[in-house]
């Protein structure tokens, strides 16, 4: 099973300031790497997939890049609406395993 | 709208069985593998396995396997995750979730449920 390891578990931004995630796994998943948003008491969203392309509706601070085994995910101006727990999954060869998260703090 | 609606919240005892549904709406409902994710109190996501509702193919994770049974309905767009004998541990929030595909392959999970909340206490 592909383990996916995030770091660092808990990163602290400022209003306006940038923030940038790390997501590693332990085999190559290629770019079948997705990154979500998840806030307090609601289901978790999908940002990015194919390890670099906006879903629908995400604004444009949100960026990603990597291949292989080495992702990042950068917000580049957070807002308040940002600060919630991000997600790493991959889903190559039939399987979809998850990161164990950062929260995004102020 | 595109959307998966799940059931209620349960309150079960350990030992007793269990099934959850997650109904699919506004889309092709066999075109689309459905996905299961736990989230325990406080917890990350744990993705459990997902069925390919036209068939009923499905594959799980080495972690939920033999634990959990994945099924789908495709009559009524419905997919079910179930439980024989519950746990105490099994208490979590359990997501579905749609996975997606675009012109290059599978985007991840693009629309999720609201979850359903399972309890187990004696």
């Known amino acids: 099973e592909i383990l996916m390891t995030q770091s660092p578990p808990t990163v602290s931004v400022s209003p306006g300031e940038r923030a940038t995630l790390s997501c590693r796994a332990s085999?190559?998943?290629?770019?079948?790497l997705a990154w979500y948003q998840q806030k307090p008491g609601q289901a978790p969203r999908l940002l990015i997939y194919g390890a670099s392309t906006r879903a629908t509706g995400i604004p444009a601070r949100f960026s990603a890049s990597g291949s292989g085994t080495e992702f990042t995910l950068t917000i580049s101006s957070l807002q308040s609406e940002d600060y919630a727990v991000y997600y790493c999954q991959q889903y190559d060869n039939w399987s979809g395993t998850f990161g164990q998260g950062t929260k995004v703090e102020i | 709208e595109v959307q998966v609606v799940q059931s209620g919240a349960e309150v079960k005892k350990p030992g007793e069985s269990l099934k959850i549904s997650c109904k699919g709406s506004g889309y092709y409902f066999t075109k689309f593998w459905i996905g299961w994710v736990r989230q325990k109190p406080g917890k990350g996501l744990e993705w459990m396995g997902m069925i390919y509702p036209a068939d009923s193919d499905s594959r799980y994770s080495p972690s939920f396997q033999g634990h959990v049974t994945m099924s789908a309905d495709k009559s009524i767009t419905t997919a079910y995750l179930q439980w024989s004998s519950l746990k105490a541990s099994d208490t979590a929030m359990y997501y579905c979730?749609?996975?997606?595909?675009?012109?290059?392959?599978?985007?991840?999970?693009?629309?999720w449920g609201q979850g359903t909340m399972v309890t187990v206490s004696s």
């Open positions: 085999e190559s998943v290629s770019t079948n």
């Open positions: 979730a749609r996975r997606g595909y675009d012109t290059d392959g599978p985007v991840g999970f693009d629309v």
